[in-house]
């Protein structure tokens, strides 16, 4: 046996032995167009700027990462609509089309989105550290982080750490409310209701 069989059949085993595992593709291009559409929305409806996003997948998405950017100044009873509703109409497009169906092994839930959405205007740095800078949401548990809590010199206890499903069931029975109770446009509420008293006519 020459030499050079003798080191193919030494060789043999150990390439035999190797295994390849496949990745498979996912449609980055379309999960990136419903991104950036979706942030477009977010952009005119509620003041959100898209700054980065990330797509982490196996065999299919595991988990979208949305960076957001703002100026406005929010409070806790405000934050928490811009969140939910946030995670509600993504998860909605991402779940319902078609094109990326095969990406998922399942539809995507709130424990599979990573967000950060920062307040950053001078207002709510400088002036009212009440208002908040920094919403979070991973693993689905929702953080509300006021400006004052990176500043723990002063009072650093404006800090609302809940389940997502807390922040969601409390904005929905708050728009139950609003449904029920708040003034339709251009109907003012008034202590009279719908009577009125003039002066008597003397002439």
Request: contains cysteine.
């Amino acid at each position: 046996m020459s030499l050079r069989s003798l080191l193919v059949l030494l060789l043999l085993p150990i390439f035999s032995s190797c295994s390849y595992r496949v990745v498979q593709q996912i449609n980055s291009d379309e999960v990136s167009r419903a991104i950036v559409v979706y942030s477009e929305k977010l952009k005119y409806e509620k003041r959100l700027d898209l700054d980065d996003s990330l797509i982490c997948y196996d065999k299919h998405i595991t988990r979208i990462r949305l960076d957001y950017s703002s100026m406005d100044t929010l409070y806790l009873c405000d934050a928490r609509p811009v969140l939910v509703d946030l995670v509600e109409g993504f998860l909605e497009r991402i779940n319902e089309n078609g094109q990326i169906a095969s990406s998922l092994a399942e539809p995507l839930t709130p424990e599979n989105l990573e967000i950060y959405i920062r307040f950053i205007s001078f207002y709510n740095k400088y002036v009212d550290e009440d208002a908040v800078s920094l919403i979070t949401l991973r693993n689905g548990i929702a953080n509300y982080i006021a400006g004052d809590a990176f500043e723990c010199t002063k009072h650093c206890w404006h800090r609302r750490r809940e389940y997502y499903y807390q922040s969601r069931n409390y904005v929905n029975f708050q728009r139950q409310g609003e449904a029920l109770y708040k003034p339709r446009p251009g109907k003012k509420p008034s202590v009279l209701k719908d009577e009125r008293f003039y002066p008597l006519d003397t002439q």
